[in-house]
Structures are given as structure tokens and as C-alpha cells.
């Protein structure tokens, strides 16, 4: 595969694109809407709540963790995430403010395909 050229793009396209990338996928839109929901941190329901396997779970984890969307700890024998609430309100504003700085479409496309 060739080289992805971001050095082309903005700091914001590409940040954008990178927390894209990290939510496209359901199992990991679902764990953030599961975290977003409880106050305090998940230790092991996520397995019963999401209904995948423990690595599943666990690599669809890593990937969001490494997007800085949540924070893991380790508590015991077990591993604990919860959202990062900094991280989340700057992806918040950053796609906030992508999405008001595109033009809004009032008339559909009327091209036939």
C-alpha cells in the first residue's frame, strides 16, 4: 500500500480522520455509548453488555484507548476503562466546529446514477 500523504492535510483533517477511524466500527460505537452511559469506570461487563468475545472486546479496547477516547486502569485482576472526559469534550468541539465550517446542503443532488 502506498504512503496515506496526510502531510497534505491539516492538523484537523487528520485529527478528525483518525478519531473516524476509531469509532468505525459498531462494537466500538457501542462501547463508548455503554461508558458514556455509567458514572465511574467498567471492569468486565462489557463482555455480558456487548455480547463479543474477551479478545474482541479487548482489541476493540486498545484501539479506542490508543485514540485517547477512553482511559484504562488496572484494578486487581481486572482491567477498568472509562471515557477520558478532556478528550472527549476536545473531540466534541473538533467535530463540532468541522461540521459548522461545511457548508450546509439546501438543495440535494439531482444527478442521476
Known amino acids: 500500500m502506498g504512503i496515506s500523504k496526510t502531510e497534505l492535510f491539516s492538523d484537523q483533517h487528520n485529527e478528525i480522520a483518525a478519531l473516524a477511524k476509531a469509532i468505525g466500527h459498531p462494537a466500538r460505537v457501542a462501547i463508548l455509548e455503554l461508558l458514556s452511559e455509567i458514572e465511574g469506570c467498567v471492569c468486565g461487563d462489557l463482555v455480558d453488555e456487548i455480547g463479543l468475545a474477551q479478545p474482541t472486546i479487548s482489541q476493540h479496547l486498545a484501539v479506542l484507548k490508543q485514540a485517547g477516547l477512553i482511559r484504562g486502569a488496572i484494578k ?27 457548508k450546509t446542503i439546501e438543495h440535494p443532488c439531482k444527478a442521476d446514477y
Open 76 to 102: 486487581g485482576a481486572n482491567r477498568c476503562y472509562c471515557i477520558d472526559p478532556i478528550r472527549w469534550e476536545q473531540w466534541q468541539g473538533l467535530m463540532m466546529d468541522f461540521l459548522a465550517q461545511c
